[in-house]
């Protein structure tokens, strides 16, 4: 079965870290972009980050620069999304998505997310002191 799960979400405090994990079973990652999206209530689908195809570029929306790093494990067959000096405003369900070599660029931070074949059920990320 083609699947993607994400854990690693949880409840931190502002300034604080997490690593999402997004790990991929059924096919390979190694030929798939990947990207990181959020939800918050009320809101729609953001994008925060995404890694092309081996090698790999990496892109970032603005929020996110700075801050979160993405990276690929090929032996895990996972993306990760490390997460530092986490804010309130980065509160949300967090989902990955993958399609094959390229990522949606021009839509990180705004607009729609992009064209995706496969997407993770989420995981919720909660800042707050």
């Known amino acids: 079965q083609v699947q993607l799960v994400e854990s690693g979400g949880g409840l931190v405090q502002p300034g604080g870290s997490l690593r999402l994990s997004c790990a991929a079973s059924g096919f390979s990652l190694h030929d798939y972009a990947v990207v990181w999206v959020r939800q918050a209530p009320g809101m729609g689908r953001e994008g925060v980050s995404c890694i092309s195809s081996v090698p790999g570029n990496t892109y970032y929306a603005d929020s996110a620069k700075g801050r979160f790093t993405i990276s690929r494990d090929i032996a895990n067959n996972t993306v990760y999304l490390q997460l530092d000096n986490l804010k309130p405003e980065d509160t949300a369900v967090y989902s990955c998505?993958?399609?094959?070599?390229?990522?949606?660029?021009?839509?990180?931070?705004?607009?729609?997310?992009?064209?995706?074949?496969?997407w993770g059920q989420g995981t919720q990320v909660t800042v707050s002191s």
């Open positions: 998505a993958a399609r094959r070599w390229y990522c949606y660029t021009g839509t990180l931070g705004s607009g729609p997310v992009g064209d995706y074949t496969y």
